[in-house]
């Protein structure tokens, strides 16, 4: 009698609905377990990596001299030359008080506001790269 109630019709609908539920839901929640955590890890440990890696790079912290002319920028340290055409330069950005000249994903040459005398001429810097620098969509 046990075997005729369980084998009746309303429980094998019942396992073959709670098998299909579990085969559309497991790889849904896989998903969101995996983004969660990319944003967790993304939004927590990076932070640590980025600055473990700008630690590690002793030139950062040497005194830079920047050359900057509508051809070229020169940059010039204690251990670093370097020679910046306009195809060397990936992208540049800006911030209220940095301009960051993009060579790469993860690298950037930071020039910040505070290295001027005054903040006209950082201001002079940012419209003179905005003309010459930067690459228009029309050209």
């Known amino acids: 009698m046990?075997?005729?109630?369980?084998?009746?019709n309303d429980n094998i609908i019942n396992e073959r609905?709670?098998?299909l539920f579990l085969i559309i839901l497991t790889p849904i929640l896989t998903i969101m377990v995996f983004l969660i955590l990319f944003f967790i890890i993304e939004k927590l440990f990076m932070p640590i990596v980025y600055k473990f890696h700008f630690n590690?790079?002793?030139t950062f912290y040497e005194i830079s001299e920047y050359k900057v002319n509508k051809e070229n920028i020169k940059i010039y340290s204690e251990s670093i030359n370097m020679f910046l055409t306009k195809d060397k330069i990936n992208?540049?950005?800006y911030d209220k008080?940095?301009?960051y000249i993009c060579l790469g994903i993860n690298f950037a040459c930071i020039v910040k506001k505070y290295f001027f005398k005054n903040s006209n001429e950082f201001d002079e810097l940012k419209i003179f790269?905005?003309?010459n620098y930067i690459i228009k969509n029309d050209e």
Do not use: A, M, P
């Not at 046990?2 to 009746?8: A, D, E, G, H, V």
């Open 2 to 8: 046990n075997l005729i109630k369980y084998y009746s």
């Open 17 to 19: 609905s709670n098998k």
């Open 56 to 58: 590690s790079y002793k």
């Open 91 to 93: 992208k540049i950005l």
């Open 97 to 99: 008080d940095t301009i």
């Open 129 to 131: 790269l905005n003309e």
